[in-house]
């Protein structure tokens, strides 16, 4: 039997399958399929997702940002109440070689980890944000800056849909780091389903890993209902 080089998750799958039993090129060719498929992202997309996606700089720190609306010459950034609010003055906006600052900020009326950042001028392209509740399963992408390092790109899957302190959580396995709270956890098509806002470390009994969540967007109240601070 010929073997050739496959690179990376699917070469393990191809590679254990084999061992269990004789192969041929079509199974090996099948066995790569699902996974391609599920971690590939459109040139098309990743593109619109930097457009899209900021870095928050503050007095005290980093984060990120998603573009969401603009209008009448000003642009909205969605990005994480505790990125937002977590130095003094206002938060400046980095995208594309640009900076703006931050004209107003709003508040979730709910009191979610959320705010909307308010600047003058076109910041980026406005996210698509998803409508709907997706399936545990299908693939993600999360797009920010994870220590200043912009438009950093991860993938993962949606572990589970979770409810904590009155927010639907979606949870994924995609690598999170310091800088990625307020940036977006994509669907692979480029739709936004989420803010990323926290991972878990440790529990009361061990280490974790692998455990990130995002507040949900698919029931963004209107601008109007949001807090000015």
Same mark, same amino acid.
């Given at each position: 039997?010929?073997?050739?080089?496959?690179?990376?998750?699917?070469?393990?799958?191809?590679?254990?399958? $084999?061992?269990?039993?004789?192969?041929?090129?079509?199974?090996?060719?099948?066995?790569?399929?699902?996974?391609?498929?599920?971690?590939?992202?459109?040139?098309?997309?990743?593109?619109?997702?930097?457009?899209? =996606?900021?870095?928050?700089?503050?007095?005290?720190?980093?984060?990120?940002?998603?573009? +969401?609306?603009?209008?009448?010459?000003?642009?909205?950034?969605?990005?994480?109440?505790?990125?937002?609010?977590?130095?003094?003055? @206002?938060?400046?906006?980095?995208?594309?070689?640009?900076?703006?600052?931050?004209?107003?900020?709003?508040?979730?009326?709910?009191?979610?980890?959320? $705010?909307?950042?308010?600047?003058?001028?076109?910041?980026?392209?406005?996210?698509?944000?998803? @409508?709907?509740?997706?399936?545990?399963?299908?693939?993600?992408?999360?797009?920010?800056?994870?220590?200043?390092?912009?438009?950093?790109?991860?993938?993962?899957?949606?572990?589970?849909?979770?409810?904590?302190?009155?927010?639907?959580?979606?949870?994924?396995? $995609?690598?999170?780091?310091?800088?990625?709270?307020?940036?977006?956890?994509? =669907?692979?098509?480029?739709?936004?389903?989420?803010?990323?806002?926290?991972?878990?470390?440790?529990?009361?009994?061990?280490?974790?890993?692998?455990?990130?969540?995002? +507040?949900?967007?698919?029931?963004?109240?209107?601008?109007?209902?949001?807090?000015?601070?």
């Amino acid at each position: 039997m010929k073997w050739k080089k496959i690179k990376g998750v699917a070469a393990t799958m191809v590679a254990v399958a $084999a061992f269990l039993s004789p192969m041929k090129k079509q199974d090996v060719l099948k066995a790569q399929a699902p996974i391609v498929e599920m971690c590939y992202i459109r040139e098309s997309v990743v593109e619109r997702l930097k457009s899209s =996606t900021v870095l928050v700089r503050t007095t005290r720190g980093y984060g990120s940002g998603v573009v +969401i609306k603009v209008a009448n010459g000003r642009s909205y950034i969605l990005t994480n109440k505790h990125v937002a609010l977590s130095g003094e003055g @206002r938060p400046v906006i980095f995208n594309e070689g640009r900076f703006f600052i931050t004209r107003n900020i709003y508040l979730h009326p709910a009191g979610l980890d959320l $705010a909307i950042l308010e600047v003058d001028g076109y910041v980026g392209k406005p996210a698509e944000i998803a @409508r709907y509740t997706p399936r545990v399963g299908v693939p993600v992408v999360v797009v920010g800056s994870p220590l200043r390092m912009e438009d950093s790109f991860t993938t993962g899957i949606v572990s589970g849909i979770r409810v904590r302190n009155g927010a639907q959580l979606l949870q994924t396995d $995609a690598a999170v780091n310091p800088g990625n709270s307020g940036g977006g956890i994509f =669907t692979k098509e480029g739709k936004l389903l989420a803010i990323t806002t926290f991972k878990l470390l440790r529990t009361p009994l061990d280490d974790a890993e692998g455990v990130a969540f995002g +507040i949900m967007v698919n029931n963004l109240p209107p601008l109007h209902r949001w807090v000015q601070q």
